[in-house]
């Protein structure tokens, strides 16, 4: 009876990465069209919790894509990147807890084109706000020199389709500072049947 049982217990550990593979996606329907994304719970649990945590409590609905930064962008210097960025909360919405700053160097996730990832002004300071990368950014990543720190940002998963409309969306017109003019509205995010 033990020999069977642990010979089960191996047969079920050695098959968990297989439905791990499954991962959430969801569908940011914005004014401009539809975007989908794959969310890397296995890999950036705590930042895909927290937030698949903000879609659930649908305080992503009715946000805003607010800003865009270009390599044309004057303040995008002296270490340029290329990203579309919204999700953060309305004056007056309150939001959850700051999470902790899960590092590429941890997660093994890089920023690429259509990479989703957390904005955040300091490590362990990410709230609600997410950004897409528009082409490969690796200077987002850990020892990257974005940021003085070089702790880099949470990236937690992909788009999946869609990427024409985050195009869209870094094309649109912004002023000095980066801002969208006018926003880009994000009408809901939901999550997507398996």
């Known amino acids: 009876m033990i020999k069977t049982t642990s010979v089960l217990l191996a047969m079920l550990l050695t098959a968990a990465p297989v439905f791990s593979a499954v991962l959430p996606k969801v ?16 890999k950036a649990l705590i930042t895909s919790a927290n937030f698949l945590k903000y879609v659930d409590a649908k305080l992503y609905d009715g946000t805003i ?15 340029p990147i290329e990203v579309i960025q919204g999700g953060e909360m ?12 899960e590092r590429t160097s941890v997660t093994g996730l890089r920023h690429l084109d259509g990479t989703i990832s957390m904005a955040r002004s300091g490590p362990d300071t990410a709230t609600s706000s997410f950004f897409f990368c528009v082409g ?3 200077e987002l990543d850990f020892n990257g020199r974005r940021n003085k720190d070089g702790q880099g940002f949470a990236a937690f998963g992909r788009v999946v ?15 000095d500072q980066e801002l969208l003019t006018p926003p880009i509205k994000i009408l809901s995010i939901h999550r997507l049947e398996k």
């Not at 990427?163 to 912004?174: E, F, G, N, T």
């Open 90 to 101: 309305p004056l007056g919405v309150k939001g959850f807890n700051a999470i902790l700053l």
């Open 161 to 175: 389709f869609g990427m024409d409309v985050v195009r869209k969306i870094h094309r649109s017109p912004a002023n």
């Open 136 to 138: 490969p950014q690796p």
């Open 65 to 79: 894509f607010h800003r865009t930064v270009t390599l044309a962008s004057p303040r995008n210097k002296p270490v």
């Open 27 to 42: 569908l940011i329907k914005t004014e401009i069209g539809d975007i989908a994304v794959e969310i890397d719970s296995a």
